[in-house]
């Protein structure tokens, strides 16, 4: 990147320090960064460089890129201080990706230290787990989807691997498909209670045993009327199952699927915007690195024949390096604006997924509660149908019967006498 503009509060340095023992270039002036690293500005054309200029306009003191170039590894994104998370093996902090030049630095070491501090995996950047302390959670309390799902994970085949975002989509949709299956559940067991109903209800009209007589034939009429009140309680126990169980898990997200497809196509959108703006800022950093390699060459040049084309050279090149690393820079921004959107997205998704699924959950247990609730009335019902065949089985009387019996068949109380001879 270039060494930042000439701002308020950045003075040029005492008397005494190198203005005193260098002798710099018409037109150049020396500043010191906010972090104290010195810089020099060339107050005709604006140009700015790490480097000390030559007393010879456009040739630099040393020789080698003028240019500080980018990490290697794009250095996080702006999170303002908002955590977001590396692969499984553990939880760090991200670092803000800032317009300081010293973390921008050109020297090797700038670069090793990037390299060491930040992974990138499938074009997102993420601190080293190596390097970085261990990361706050955005709900430390739970087990939140928002903490856990900012890595790929392998596949169970091990043929690929599975964004996790797409992890939990596959999670709500088999949710989803969970509570269709329990509302087919539902409706077998209600087809089973009408076909009980209706079995019940043609037993309850038939003849057998009608001849029955006395109370005993009270108490097997009752039994058979005990079979119709039964079917009558069982056609209602489905018709309550279709109405608050079968229909309302069939009905809850109707619109689900529609809405899970929304979210992951403007997530999968994000991350592809992201892995362009990856891809733009790997080629950023390619250019300068030639920018920088056609300079030095040039320098070196210099260095064995002085001419005037290759001082005109160096300066075009010189310009073409900086105009290089302020594309290396946009394109830096870019990214980082792209993976910051990409954050927020992916929390506020995950959390509204978590929601949508507590949701699902408490609803299906409602409903089940619902459930068992109509099967303890059934169960009571029922019981009731059968307690007037208990009250009639208790006063059958089979000696009471027989005089009753007698009394309407009776023929005669004279009994036959031996006949004599």
Not at 47 to 69: F, K, L, V, Y
Not at 253 to 264: I, Q
Request: charged share 30%; hydrophobic share 30%; aromatic share 6%.
């Amino acid at each position: 990147m270039s060494p930042p503009p000439m701002k308020p509060g950045m003075v040029p340095p005492p008397p005494g320090e190198e203005s005193q023992t260098v002798v710099l270039p018409p037109g150049w002036q020396s500043y010191l960064s906010p972090q104290g690293r010195r810089y020099y500005v060339n107050t005709a054309t604006n140009e700015t460089t790490w480097e000390r200029p030559s007393s010879s306009p456009g040739i630099p003191a040393s020789p080698g890129p003028h240019r500080s170039s980018l990490p290697l590894t794009v250095n996080g994104y702006h999170t303002s201080g908002t955590p977001a998370h590396p692969p499984e093996t553990a939880h760090m902090s991200v670092r803000k990706s800032t317009g300081d030049s010293q973390n921008l630095g050109s020297s090797s070491p700038g670069k090793k230290q990037s390299k060491e501090n930040t992974i990138t995996i499938n074009c997102v950047t993420f601190p080293h787990p190596d390097t970085m302390p261990e990361q706050q959670l955005l709900k430390p309390t739970e087990w939140s989807y928002c903490d856990y799902f900012w890595a790929d994970k392998k596949d169970p085949q091990g043929n690929g691997t599975m964004a996790g975002f797409e992890l939990l989509l596959q999670k709500q949709l088999k949710g989803k498909q969970m509570q269709k299956e329990m509302s087919e559940f539902i409706r077998e067991r209600i087809k089973i209670e009408e076909e009980y109903a209706k079995n019940l209800a043609k037993l309850s009209q038939n003849s057998l045993a009608a001849q029955e007589e006395g109370s005993l034939g009270e108490a097997w009429a009752q039994v058979k009327k005990s079979l119709a009140d039964e079917a009558e309680v069982h056609l209602k126990f489905s018709a309550k199952l279709h109405s608050e169980v079968e229909k309302p898990l069939m009905n809850f997200r109707e619109n689900f699927k529609k809405d899970m497809k929304k979210c992951d196509h403007h997530i999968a959108d994000l991350r592809k915007q992201l892995a362009s703006r990856y891809a733009a800022v790997e080629k950023a950093r390619k250019a300068l690195t030639e920018r920088q390699r056609d300079l030095e060459m040039k320098t070196q040049q210099l260095e064995i024949k002085l001419s005037n084309k290759t001082e005109e050279d160096i300066k075009k090149a010189r310009r073409k390096s900086t105009q290089a690393g302020d594309d290396l820079m946009r394109c830096v921004d870019l990214y980082n604006q792209a993976q910051s959107k990409w954050f927020e997205e992916m929390v506020t998704t995950t959390l509204e997924l978590e929601r949508l699924e507590v949701e699902r959950v408490e609803m299906i247990r409602q409903h089940l509660c619902q459930y068992t609730q109509l099967r303890h009335e059934t169960d009571m019902f029922n019981q009731s149908t059968v307690e007037p065949v208990d009250q009639l089985l208790r006063k059958v009387d089979p000696a009471k019967d027989r005089e009753l019996w007698v009394r309407e068949h009776k023929t005669g109380n004279i009994r036959p006498v031996d006949m004599e001879i």
